[in-house]
């Protein structure tokens, strides 16, 4: 999911573009279940402002067994 959610500007036609992301904090939403909050910004070359930022919400189940999901 997504909290925060701003575009600061466009992104002209053609520019470069980079998503530098953080994570912000891990909060056990359950004995099982790790909601991970993170800062995600997307930088356009050349420019001071970025265009957009957000802090995204990922909730992580783990295995009871230790097996991938």
């Known amino acids: 999911g997504l909290n925060k959610l701003r575009f600061l500007q466009p ?3 053609g ?3 980079r998503l530098r992301s953080k994570i912000l904090r ?3 939403k359950a004995e099982d279940r790790l ?3 993170s800062e995600a910004v ?3 070359q050349g420019e001071e402002r970025p265009a ?3 802090e995204t919400l990922a909730l992580y189940v ?3 067994d230790g097996a991938q999901l």
Do not use: K
């Open 15 to 17: 520019s470069a573009v």
């Open 52 to 54: 957009l930022v957000a």
């Open 62 to 64: 783990v295995a009871a």
């Open 26 to 28: 891990v909060t056990a």
């Open 42 to 44: 997307i930088e356009i």
């Open 35 to 37: 909601l991970v909050t």
């Open 11 to 13: 992104v002209p036609v």
